[in-house]
């Protein structure tokens, strides 16, 4: 069994920050790529930003400068600081893990259950 719990949402002006973090837990072997997309309503869910187990990382476009993830591999953590937040920010924010449970099974991907990200005056 293996749960993604995050936390740090909630609503903030816009130019403000927030910082999100998702914890993996459970029966895990190791952890691949960590990352978080999000949905805003309407619209399809669509990548924010991801980092591999190395560090390596990409963001989409519209966060680029503004967003900054991280990963602590010791706690099986991932952050995501929010920077300079616009309206367009706003969306429910899930985090993503592709991870394995064994030594001999195939990564799959899992998915934590979201948290609100509302930028409004």
């Known amino acids: 069994q293996v749960q993604l719990v995050e936390s740090g949402g909630g609503l903030v002006q816009p130019g403000g920050s927030l910082r999100l973090s998702c914890a993996a837990s459970?029966?895990?072997?190791?952890?691949?790529?960590m990352g978080w997309y999000r949905q805003a309503p309407g619209k399809q869910r669509e990548l924010v930003a991801r980092?591999?187990?190395?560090?390596?990382?990409n963001y989409a476009d519209s966060v680029k400068g503004r967003f900054t993830i991280s990963r602590d591999n010791a706690k099986n953590t991932v952050y995501l600081q929010m920077n300079s937040l616009k309206p367009e920010d706003t969306a429910v924010y899930y985090c993503?893990?592709?991870?394995?449970?064994?030594?001999?099974?195939?990564?799959?991907?899992?998915w934590g259950q979201g948290t609100q990200v509302t930028v409004s005056s």
């Open positions: 980092i591999t187990s190395g560090g390596s990382t």
């Open positions: 459970g029966s895990i072997f190791s952890i691949n790529r």
């Open positions: 993503n893990a592709d991870l394995s449970t064994t030594s001999w099974g195939l990564p799959r991907d899992y």
